[in-house]
């Protein structure tokens, strides 16, 4: 088994350049555990500038990239250009998902373009509560999963898979240690071979309070922390309960 616990904190569009910097500054007031990898993404706009703050433990990602190499893409930014400043891309978090905007399929181009480039993808998937209650929500997670390995080939286990429920996100409602414990090993199933090598993140309200429950679950391997990724005492807890 080569799966190491992982803690990303996406900042989504917040920070002024000198938020961002401190928050920076703050974040790597503390130690990082042994056998962890911490990952910040900042806005585009402040990658460069963030980059230069850091020290060793704490790494660095983008939110997003382009399925395309390059070309007449107004505003998109490859996975290429990224590679030049960080190591790490967020995919098909659900903010992009939303009404439609990213397909499966283009989610999948994405990951192997950052794959191609030589950046390691969290790729995210989650259903929605109309889904959930339905009893859908394994269908619908297992064919986001489907699409992002087809896409990645079947060989390739340089990715990160982050299961966000949407109704989750942003709500303060996560949800519970054994149902991101459950759909979480039902990704790793799906992953096949892949399962033992590649992490999977829970995501979803994930605070100091609740963060040492899903880090305790057997196919948990890490946290996507998004409000709390924001406030550094918040932040740095959630890696302490690792
Ligand atoms: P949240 O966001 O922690 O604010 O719910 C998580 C995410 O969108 O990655």
């Given at each position: 088994?080569?799966?190491?616990?992982?803690?990303?904190?996406?900042?989504?569009?917040?920070?002024?350049?000198?938020?961002?910097?401190?928050?920076?500054?703050?974040?790597?007031?503390?130690?990082?555990?042994?056998?962890?990898?911490?990952?910040?993404?900042?806005?585009?706009?402040?990658?460069?500038?963030?980059?230069?703050?850091?020290?060793?433990?704490?790494?660095?990602?983008?939110?997003?990239c382009s399925a395309e190499a390059?070309?007449?893409?107004?505003?998109?930014?490859?996975?290429?250009?990224?590679?030049?400043?960080?190591?790490?891309?967020?995919?098909?978090?659900?903010?992009?998902?939303?009404?439609?905007?990213?397909?499966?399929?283009?989610?999948?181009?994405?990951?192997?373009?950052?794959?191609?480039?030589?950046?390691?993808?969290?790729?995210?998937?989650?259903?929605?509560?109309?889904?959930?209650?339905?009893?859908?929500?394994?269908?619908?997670?297992?064919?986001?999963?489907?699409?992002?390995?087809?896409?990645?080939?079947?060989?390739?286990?340089?990715?990160?898979?982050?299961?966000?429920?949407?109704?989750?996100?942003?709500?303060?409602?996560?949800?519970?240690?054994?149902?991101?414990?459950?759909?979480?090993?039902?990704?790793?199933?799906?992953?096949?071979?892949?399962?033992?090598?590649?992490?999977?993140?829970?995501?979803?309200?994930?605070?100091?309070?609740?963060?040492?429950?899903?880090?305790?679950?057997?196919?948990?391997?890490?946290?996507?922390?998004?409000?709390?990724?924001?406030?550094?005492?918040?932040?740095?807890?959630?890696?302490?309960?690792?």
């Amino acid at each position: 088994m080569n799966r190491r616990i992982l803690i990303a904190g996406n900042w989504k569009m917040n920070t002024t350049r000198n938020e961002a910097l401190q928050l920076i500054t703050a974040i790597q007031q503390a130690p990082v555990p042994d056998g962890v990898d911490v990952v910040i993404f900042p806005p585009f706009v402040w990658l460069e500038a963030v980059g230069r703050s850091l020290r060793d433990q704490v790494q660095l990602g983008a939110q997003d990239c382009s399925a395309e190499a390059r070309g007449a893409f107004t505003g998109q930014v490859s996975a290429e250009q990224i590679r030049e400043l960080c190591d790490w891309v967020i995919v098909g978090h659900s903010e992009r998902r939303r009404d439609g905007s990213e397909s499966n399929e283009l989610v999948g181009r994405k990951a192997a373009a950052a794959i191609a480039a030589g950046l390691t993808p969290i790729a995210c998937v989650g259903e929605s509560i109309e889904t959930r209650e339905s009893g859908r929500a394994e269908a619908f997670v297992g064919s986001q999963i489907d699409a992002i390995l087809e896409a990645a080939g079947p060989d390739t286990t340089d990715l990160v898979i982050a299961y966000e429920p949407i109704w989750a996100i942003g709500t303060g409602v996560s949800a519970t240690a054994d149902d991101a414990q459950a759909m979480c090993a039902f990704i790793r199933g799906r992953l096949g071979r892949r399962g033992e090598n590649v992490s999977v993140l829970y995501g979803g309200s994930v605070v100091p309070e609740n963060a040492s429950a899903y880090l305790a679950q057997n196919d948990v391997d890490g946290l996507l922390v998004g409000g709390a990724s924001l406030k550094a005492d918040q932040f740095l807890a959630i890696v302490g309960a690792c």
